[in-house]
């Protein structure tokens, strides 16, 4: 984004831009920036806190009425994300034996997920697949932790797109399991350390690797927080 | 994660252009993103896409499809506000801290690791539409 502030003001547009990565933006220079030391896809800090968000935009605005720059300030809280605290969130249990224990785990969080939709308004599945192919995009990376190979395993688009999706699928279930909103990256350690599917995609992941696909449909398929 | 991050190259420029906006209550603002948002059904960013997509001010239902797996997506989830101010926006519009509201905001997405094409294609073409709408200040949001 700081490339963006250089090019946006010398065009004769101000900016004011939220930080994440201190290094980068102290050899960016951007005109203005608020350095806030939250999670990394939570630049406004707090989800559903709306005060706090408030907070977050007017130390951001105030950084207008500087006489010149580059300005770098800091927000005086810093927010740690909670890899390390899984959400204590329970699975579903075995339920359809005939098929393999992720695909039975994920056809099972489908009323968590439903919940979540109605009460989100919207969702973050679907760049590939929907709610309803995950169960089927799971097998597909079931039958590549087997061994077949990625490309006629049945994934309905790139491996990294649709682990994105059950991953989404995953997160927002579990957000409705939880009953709240969780601390940062406390679901995504839920879905990869305690769950069949997450097991699934870290099997799938070793498997794709282990016959050098291209390097990026493998490389976004586990967060590196998560190795 | 941020420590890993912090390490990947950025550009480096000489000097650092700088415009004196007019007051926040007179002023037009917009979000420019690099959430990779999308509406559900378009066609994907491709690996290293340094284009930008562009959104009504109503819109909410957009979904993050930045190809990075590396940041929290739960938050996003929960509350698009959380990487997207717009409903923030709107309340400090009605407020009377911002003036207006433009009625077009952006999204590029991420990881750009060549960017030629941001800063003298894409980024002034994004500039060039945020000025046709009377854009005054640019909110940046990472992700």
Redesign the interface.
């Known amino acids: ?24 933006i102290e ?5 203005r920036a608020l350095h806030c030391e939250f ?10 806190d ?1 005060a706090f ?2 907070r977050v ?1 007017d130390a ?2 105030v950084l ?1 009425d500087r ?4 300005v770098l300030e800091d927000f005086p809280e810093v927010i740690d ?1 909670d ?1 390390e605290a899984p959400l204590a969130c329970p699975v579903p249990p075995r339920y359809d034996p005939s098929v393999p224990p992720a695909v039975d785990e994920a056809r099972g969080l489908r009323p968590a997920w439903d919940r ?1 939709r109605a009460q ?5 599945v ?3 697949v929907d709610a309803d192919g995950i169960p089927e995009a799971v097998a597909g990376f079931v039958r590549i932790s087997e061994g077949t190979p990625w490309t006629e395993a049945g994934l309905p688009g ?1 491996p ?2 649709v ?2 999706d059950i ?2 699928y995953y ?2 279930a ?2 409705s399991l939880a009953g709240h ?2 601390g ?5 350690s839920w879905l990869f350390r305690w769950t069949e599917t997450g097991a699934v995609l870290k099997a799938a992941r070793d498997a794709m690797a282990a016959v050098s696909p291209p390097y ?1 449909h493998i490389l ?6 998560q190795e | 994660m941020r420590e890993m991050v912090a390490g990947l190259p950025v550009p480096e420029f000489d000097d650092t252009p700088f415009v004196q906006p007019p007051a926040l209550q007179d002023a037009t603002v917009a979000i420019v993103t690099s959430a990779g948002l999308l509406r559900l059904g378009e066609e994907p960013w491709q690996e290293g896409d340094s284009g930008f997509r562009v959104f009504g001010r109503d819109e909410r239902n957009l979904i993050v499809a930045h190809r990075s797996t590396n940041f929290d997506r739960s938050g996003i989830a929960a509350d698009l506000n959380v990487a997207y101010p717009i409903d923030r926006l709107e309340e400090m519009q009605a407020e009377g801290v911002i003036g207006a509201i433009a009625s077009r905001h952006l999204s590029f997405t991420g990881p750009i690791m060549e960017l030629s094409t941001l800063r003298l294609d894409t980024g002034p073409a994004a500039a060039k539409l945020l000025g046709e709408e009377g854009v005054d200040v640019v909110l940046l949001t990472p992700v």
Do not use: K, W
Not at chain 1, 39 to 48: E, I, Q, V
């Open positions: 984004m700081g490339t963006l502030a250089h090019s946006f003001e010398a065009a004769g547009l101000a900016t004011v831009g939220l930080s994440l990565v201190r290094p980068h050899r960016l220079h951007p005109p999670p990394l896809g939570r630049p406004l800090g707090r989800p559903d709306p968000q408030r935009l951001a605005f207008l006489p010149a720059g580059p994300d890899t979540a989100l308004g919207r969702t973050q679907g760049r590939v790139d990294a797109a682990a994105m991953r989404s997160e927002e579990a957000l909103v969780t940062a990256r406390a679901a995504e990026e976004y398929l586990i967060p590196v927080t």
